[in-house]
């Protein structure tokens, strides 16, 4: 411990596990998909959609796995998240929140079909 004590910039922290998959996410990636949507929206003719704020959603899933196996990392103190790359495939709960731009939050009924 006496590196640390000699690099105060430095700090020790659990790395959260990311995927492969969203590694290889950029800005410029996102931007290019939104753009697609937007283009096939309109023409297949739902552009209305576009316009309407109670039909656009964002989901985002988290996932928790039951078994972490994460280890401690030296990373700059300014780091706001740490992440190691990992192909961990052990069993996890996901759970997954949805809101709509005009601020509607589904009930967890609504995701249930009868």
């Known amino acids: 411990m006496h590196f ?3 690099h105060p910039e430095i700090s020790r922290r659990r790395a959260q596990n990311l995927g492969t ?3 290889t996410i950029s800005p410029e990636s996102v931007r290019r998909w ?6 096939y929206l309109r023409k297949e003719g739902y552009d209305d959609i576009l316009k309407d ?5 964002n989901c985002d899933e988290s996932g928790f796995p039951l078994s972490p196996n994460t280890g401690f990392v030296l990373v700059p103190r300014v780091a706001s998240h740490v992440y190691q790359l990992s ?3 052990r069993a ?8 709509s731009a005009s601020g509607h939050v589904p009930a967890p009924d609504d995701y249930i079909s009868s």
């Open 4 to 6: 640390l004590k000699r």
């Open 87 to 89: 192909s961990n495939t």
């Open 92 to 99: 996890q709960i996901t759970i997954l929140a949805s809101v």
């Open 53 to 57: 704020l109670s039909r656009i959603y």
């Open 21 to 23: 998959h969203r590694a």
């Open 34 to 39: 939104f753009g697609d949507l937007e283009s």
